[in-house]
């Protein structure tokens, strides 16, 4: 009995809170469950000897610990189905989309459907090939390569090559580009080997293209929503906004990473995570909100939408 009294007084205290931002004073817990306010004040202490509540400063109500909020959010898992029809908006506005297009696509609409800031990251992936890589001189000494790569990314890469070359030879490159069908991650050796080969000119070129050539495939990162946490309450308080601002900036990269469906914290932000799938890739999306979070809508959106890509023929 007073254990579930408990959870049910974490429960109301949690809600509460998500839905005021403002600590909880035990008269509105004890009218809910119509008990006395001693019954109520006693539970909260025992909640704050097991740190789940806090009260922030004398004469204040309670609001939840990270741990706390931790134990509210399990009853959220696993995750109840996105409605139908936020369903059907995922389907609809990332059908026929692909590489950049389609994780910017995606990362809006998770911000969008969520409420929160989003982070998307994928891994750098040298098993990748580029199935197209186009040479243009933007100045008598650097070349501009766009490569199109078959996961249906774009990447853009400044080569500095003095003099530039004229357009035989970077139409010469292109064609060998296109010959060399090899993961990126193999392309820099075999841009030397090939050169070697080669006359002073095309050879230079293919060089200087080996040498920048890792910058092709890095990491991807996508993120959205840093409007949305200016509109939380917790936005008045710069360090709040610096941790976000440091996850929507780096990702994985600020801080630990929530497991394949999970929660995690930065002091006050809380972080929900979930795998995605793209190709043969693992990647992240990672929802960013204060610890007041609506766990069970963003749980639902943060798994929908990783369902969403690994379903999608965009991700192909």
Do not use: C
Request: glycine share 8%; net charge negative.
């Amino acid at each position: 009995m007073v254990e579930s009294r408990r959870a049910k007084i974490l429960e109301l205290v949690a809600e509460s809170y998500i839905a005021t931002a403002h600590p909880v004073p035990s008269s509105k817990i004890a009218e809910a469950l119509g008990v006395s306010g001693a019954t109520v004040r006693n539970e909260f202490a025992a909640l704050e000897e097991e740190g789940l509540l806090i009260q922030p400063h004398t004469s204040a109500g309670r609001l939840p610990t990270a741990e706390g909020f931790r134990r509210y959010a399990d009853a959220h898992l696993p995750p109840a189905p996105l409605d139908a029809s936020a369903r059907a908006r995922l389907q609809r506005d990332l059908d026929g989309r692909h590489g950049s297009d389609l994780l910017r696509a995606l990362a809006a609409l998770a911000s969008e459907l969520s409420g929160y800031a989003v982070v998307l990251e994928l891994p750098a992936d040298g098993s990748v090939r580029a199935l197209e890589v186009h040479l243009t001189p933007i100045s008598s000494r650097r070349l501009l390569a766009v490569a199109v790569l078959d996961n249906g990314l774009t990447r853009d890469l400044a080569i500095p090559l003095d003099p530039t070359p004229d357009g035989d030879v970077l139409d010469d490159a292109e064609r060998l580009l296109r010959e060399m069908t090899l993961p990126l991650a193999q392309m820099p050796d075999a841009l030397r080997d090939r050169a070697r080969q080669l006359g002073r000119e095309l050879r230079r070129t293919l060089d200087a293209l080996a040498d920048a050539w890792p910058a092709l495939h890095p990491s991807e990162l996508v993120s959205h929503g840093l409007s949305l946490l200016l509109e939380e309450p917790e936005s008045r308080d710069p360090s709040f906004l610096r941790r976000a601002a440091q996850w929507l900036e780096h990702g994985s990269a600020a801080g630990r990473v929530p497991g394949a469906l999970g929660l995690d914290f930065d002091e006050d932000v809380a972080l929900i995570g979930a795998d995605l799938a793209w190709r043969s890739v693992g990647g992240r999306l990672t929802l960013v909100g204060p610890a007041r979070m609506r766990y069970g809508r963003a749980f639902s959106v943060a798994h929908g939408v990783g369902r969403s890509l690994r379903s999608s023929g965009s991700a192909a």
